[in-house]
Structures are given as structure tokens and as C-alpha cells.
Nanobody
Framework: QLQASGGGLVQPGGSLRLSCKPSGFSLDHHTMGWFRQAPGKEREWVPCIDGIDGLTKYVESVKGRFTIFRDNAKNTVYLQMNSLKVEDAAIYYC??????????????????WGQGTQVTVSS
């Protein structure tokens, strides 16, 4: 029910914008999150944007470099990633909890997941 796209190969210091578009529900007032998983590592929450007033939260390692935002007219949530580092390389997944009008929720409350998009950061 979530379609993620925008991954690719980028050099360190470069930028990518990931997109996530749901089918079957509106993103308006729906908390959305991005997660990533690198080979051999556990899945990691990256940012979220809440469904109440659009507040955002980020894992410490991406603060100041990544921005999550939504375009309700396009029913799409984006993850703008700047100043990419080798350690940002992973498969990135967008996800949503079951209900709208929630704040950023714990990982186990995300029930809708995209298929993942690969981000490779390499020179």
C-alpha cells in the first residue's frame, strides 16, 4: 500500500530525494516514517512526520542533513537527503501506522510498509 522510489547511487556529499506514495488512503493527517536497513544491521528508524501538526523527528545521525516533508496535494511524503555519507547506504522503507491523527509512534505500530528503495553511497 506504500510505493517508495527515488533511491540510487550517489557519491559521498551528494543528495537524493526519496518519495513515498500510498494507495488506498490519504497521507493528510497520517504519521509517516522512514526506516533503513543496511546489510548485516538491524532496521533503524530515521525520521517521522506526525499526523497531528506535522512535527518532525530525526535520528541523531541525520539531523541537519535529512528532511522529511509531505505534499498533501500529491499525497506523497518525501525524504530529502543531503550531504550523504557512506554510512547512510541502506535500503530505505517508508511506513505508516494504522490510524491517522497520531504523533510519531514506536516502530512496532507501523503496519503499512513500502517495498524499499536502495540507496548506495560510494565514490
Amino acid at each position: 500500500q506504500l510505493q517508495a522510489s527515488g533511491g540510487g547511487l550517489v557519491q559521498p556529499g551528494g543528495s537524493l530525494r526519496l518519495s513515498c506514495k500510498p494507495s488506498g488512503f490519504s497521507l493528510d493527517h497520517h504519521t509517516m516514517g522512514w526506516f533503513r536497513q543496511a546489510p548485516g544491521k538491524e532496521r533503524e528508524w530515521v525520521p517521522c512526520i506526525d499526523g497531528i501538526d506535522g512535527l518532525t523527528k530525526y535520528v541523531e545521525s541525520v539531523k541537519g542533513r535529512f528532511t522529511i516533508f509531505r505534499d498533501n496535494a500529491k499525497n506523497t511524503v518525501y525524504l530529502q537527503m543531503n550531504s550523504l555519507k557512506v554510512e547512510d547506504a541502506a535500503i530505505y522503507y517508508c511506513a505508516a501506522p494504522r490510524f491517522s491523527y497520531t504523533g510519531c509512534v514506536p516502530e512496532d505500530e507501523y503496519v503499512y510498509w513500502g517495498q524499499g528503495t536502495q540507496v548506495t553511497v560510494s565514490s
